[in-house]
């Protein structure tokens, strides 16, 4: 790969493919053997969709994030910085902005509908109460943690993207005011990038790197999403503004990324050789140490903090006939219908998932402001924050001897999720340099198809949720195996939002905002390969969302 424009040809593909991945990826998502969130947990799910789910988390938004780095450099280079702040504002602001408005409705609602028909819902949530919550009490503009019922969703990458820009080239900007010889620092910079990234042993450095900055996340699936709430995280941003300026300083180098192509083929096996292993400790580790995946590990109650689990048992059955006034609260909000029977079934040797079960239940009232009538830990936060830790610290008191503290207290704890942390950044490593070699060496030249599907991957990722989500609640009890449902789901949503963007996106006002000009319309797809004989047309490959 010899030249700039070549090597721009092969990170459309890049991108394309790292953004429709997360169609699949959200696809598998109500597959998958173990509470994560979905909408609705489908019949016929199993651990391949788990693993799968697992895996193309490890990297697909670490890749974006370094191609957007890529061509962002490109973009400041060509147009200054005016051009490169209207352009941005234009192509993932307004996005974000029109997106969010529009799609969290829709996106909640399906969640809504999910949780009614599968029982997941307590009580069933009339859609119109929902949507009079959200625009007539405008729960959907406060964070959860107060209360509220705001989510960034899917868009989530869109405002850390922005995020990452302003503080960037903010950083930028002032190097290159403060520092006197800034073209020997880019010099620098260029010969440890290449030293880094030029060997194939460069992923051992950098999944030790990336461990160390895993290690104090949530949870063991990798990356936190922070999808609810605006308040930047700063281990995400770290992470995912590092992948950025990898990219950025790539831009500056075309022989570094030469010298990718070919190395595909021992580096994507070998990440999936490790992401079996690694998908392996992570299902163990979950159910371990995580009760449920959509919550944080404390003042959550988890299945490793019941350190006596007869004990606990006994007093928790106790509570039906004696014991203190505050354990009869407890029996009492639990769910006479289901959970109840659970309880008194229970025996000593139950499994660890009856025993994660039993922790999803004590959860829920760990949630519930009014559990109890006092206990104040003088905790600071938001009110429900201070609820819920309150409530936590009561239950340690009534379950004294048998429930412990904050997980991480536990002695295996941060030994285990450092190596593991470790392990989970040597797989992202692979596969992104995997990627990035395969569509180098695959894709090196122009392509109309390759060229058509990174300009309608945008649109594509921005709209497929609520559509996704909704096939999933449609299938989610068919008789069918669970291969057939996910590849409808896959392939239906696939293919309704391509025809959306050729239809409604491609020639019209939305395909000047995506993709930065409005293509001529053709009655069929295929006939793109004629647009490009047209004078007047030209591709613009400055700046990639």
Same mark, same amino acid.
């Given at each position: 790969?010899?030249?700039?424009?070549?090597?721009?040809?092969?990170?459309?593909?890049?991108?394309?493919?790292?953004? $429709?991945?997360?169609?699949?990826?959200?696809?598998?998502?109500?597959?998958?053997?173990?509470?994560?969130?979905?909408?609705?947990?489908?019949?016929?799910?199993?651990?391949?969709?788990?693993?799968?789910?697992?895996? =193309?988390?490890?990297?697909?938004?670490?890749?974006?994030?370094?191609?957007?780095?890529?061509?962002?450099?490109?973009?400041?280079?060509? !147009?200054?910085?005016?051009?490169?702040?209207?352009?941005?504002?234009?192509?993932?602001?307004?996005?974000? $902005?029109?997106?969010?408005?529009?799609?969290?409705?829709?996106?909640?609602?399906?969640?809504?509908?999910?949780?009614?028909?599968?029982?997941?819902?307590?009580?069933?949530?009339p $859609?119109?109460?929902?949507f009079?919550?959200?625009?007539?009490?405008?729960?959907?503009?406060?964070?959860?943690?107060?209360?509220?019922?705001?989510?960034?969703?899917?868009?989530?990458?869109?405002?850390?993207?922005?995020?990452?820009?302003?503080?960037?080239?903010?950083?930028?900007?002032?190097?290159? !005011?403060?520092?006197?010889?800034?073209?020997?620092?880019?010099?620098?910079?260029?010969?440890?990038?290449?030293?880094?990234?030029?060997?194939?042993? +460069?992923v051992?450095?950098?999944?030790?790197?990336?461990?160390?900055?895993?290690?104090?996340?949530?949870?063991? &699936?990798?990356?936190?999403?922070?999808?609810?709430?605006?308040?930047? +995280?700063?281990?995400v941003?770290?992470?995912?503004?590092?992948?950025?300026?990898?990219?950025?300083?790539?831009?500056?180098?075309?022989?570094?990324?030469? *010298?990718? /192509?070919?190395?595909?083929?021992?580096?994507?096996?070998?990440g999936?050789?490790?992401?079996?292993?690694?998908?392996?400790?992570?299902?163990?580790?979950?159910?371990?140490s995580?009760?449920?995946?959509?919550?944080?590990?404390?003042?959550?109650?988890?299945?490793s903090?019941?350190?006596?689990?007869?004990?606990?048992?006994?007093?928790?059955?106790?509570?039906? +006939?004696d014991?203190?006034?505050?354990?009869?609260?407890?029996?009492?909000?639990? *769910?006479?219908?289901? =959970?109840?029977?659970?309880?008194?079934?229970? +025996?000593?040797?139950?499994?660890?998932?009856?025993?994660?079960?039993?922790?999803?239940?004590?959860?829920?009232?760990?949630?519930?402001?009014?559990l109890?009538?006092?206990?104040?830990?003088?905790?600071?936060?938001?009110?429900?924050?201070?609820?819920?830790?309150?409530? !936590?610290?009561?239950?340690?008191?009534?379950?004294?001897? *048998?429930?412990?503290?904050?997980?991480?207290?536990?002695?295996? &704890?941060?030994?285990?999720?450092?190596?593991?942390?470790?392990?989970?950044?040597?797989?992202?490593?692979?596969?992104?340099?995997?990627?990035l070699?395969?569509?180098?060496?695959?894709?090196?030249?122009?392509?109309?198809?390759?060229?058509?599907?990174?300009?309608?991957?945008?649109?594509?990722?921005?709209?497929?949720?609520?559509?996704?989500?909704?096939?999933?609640?449609?299938?989610?009890?068919? /008789?069918?195996?669970?291969?057939?449902?996910?590849?409808?789901?896959?392939?239906?949503?696939?293919?309704?939002? $391509?025809?959306?963007?050729?239809?409604?996106?491609?020639?019209?006002?939305?395909?000047?905002?995506?993709?930065?000009?409005?293509?001529?319309?053709?009655?069929?797809?295929?006939?793109?390969?004629?647009?490009?004989?047209?004078?007047?047309?030209?591709?613009?490959r400055?700046?990639? /969302?």
């Open positions: 790969m010899g030249s700039p424009s070549q090597r721009d040809h092969a990170l459309d593909a890049t991108r394309a493919f790292a953004l $429709l991945l997360g169609v699949a990826f959200h696809a598998a998502w109500s597959f998958v053997p173990y509470p994560a969130g979905a909408p609705v947990m489908n019949i016929g799910g199993g651990q391949e969709y788990g693993w799968f789910f697992f895996t =193309s988390h490890t990297f697909r938004m670490q890749l974006f994030f370094l191609i957007a780095g890529f061509f962002a450099r490109l973009l400041y280079h060509r !147009r200054g910085l005016a051009g490169f702040a209207k352009n941005r504002l234009t192509r993932i602001a307004i996005p974000l $902005l029109i997106g969010w408005i529009v799609l969290y409705p829709l996106t909640i609602m399906w969640w809504i509908v999910g949780g009614n028909t599968s029982g997941r819902n307590l009580t069933v949530i $859609l119109r109460i929902f009079m919550q959200i625009y007539g009490y405008g729960l959907a503009f406060v964070e959860r943690k107060n209360g509220g019922m705001f989510s960034l969703t899917h868009l989530w990458f869109l405002y850390y993207l922005l995020l990452i820009y302003i503080l960037f080239i903010g950083a930028y900007l002032v190097i290159k !005011r403060v520092v006197p010889n800034g073209v020997g620092l880019s010099e620098r910079a260029d010969r440890m990038m290449a030293r880094c990234i030029s060997s194939p042993w +460069s051992l450095p950098l999944s030790l790197a990336t461990g160390v900055s895993l290690w104090p996340m949530d949870g063991w &699936f990798g990356v936190d999403t922070p999808l609810n709430t605006i308040r930047p +995280s700063i281990p941003l770290i992470m995912y503004g590092t992948f950025f300026v990898i990219g950025w300083l790539l831009n500056r180098q075309p022989r570094v990324v030469a *010298s990718f /192509p070919h190395r595909w083929k021992w580096q994507i096996p070998l999936l050789a490790i992401s079996v292993a690694l998908y392996s400790g992570y299902q163990r580790l979950y159910w371990i995580v009760a449920s995946s959509t919550l944080t590990s404390y003042p959550m109650l988890t299945a903090q019941i350190s006596d689990w007869p004990r606990f048992q006994t007093t928790l059955k106790s509570a039906e +006939s014991g203190p006034a505050e354990l009869k609260q407890v029996w009492a909000a639990i *769910s006479p219908t289901t =959970s109840r029977d659970v309880i008194r079934g229970m +025996s000593n040797d139950a499994s660890l998932e009856v025993r994660t079960g039993v922790c999803e239940t004590m959860n829920q009232l760990i949630a519930q402001p009014r109890f009538s006092g206990g104040d830990v003088g905790a600071g936060g938001s009110p429900i924050a201070r609820t819920r830790l309150e409530n !936590r610290r009561i239950l340690e008191r009534l379950f004294a001897g *048998s429930l412990a503290h904050d997980p991480r207290e536990i002695s295996w &704890f941060w030994p285990v999720k450092l190596v593991y942390s470790i392990a989970y950044g040597m797989v992202m490593w692979l596969f992104v340099f995997g990627t070699s395969f569509f180098q060496d695959r894709c090196p030249a122009h392509s109309p198809t390759w060229r058509y599907v990174a300009d309608s991957s945008y649109w594509i990722y921005l709209a497929h949720l609520p559509l996704v989500a909704a096939l999933q609640v449609w299938v989610a009890t068919w /008789p069918a195996p669970g291969v057939v449902k996910f590849t409808f789901v896959s392939l239906a949503a696939s293919t309704l939002l $391509l025809a959306s963007y050729h239809y409604l996106v491609r020639s019209t006002l939305i395909g000047l905002v995506l993709n930065g000009q409005r293509y001529p319309f053709v009655a069929w797809p295929f006939g793109i390969r004629h647009t490009h004989s047209n004078p007047s047309w030209r591709p613009n400055s700046s990639p /969302p």
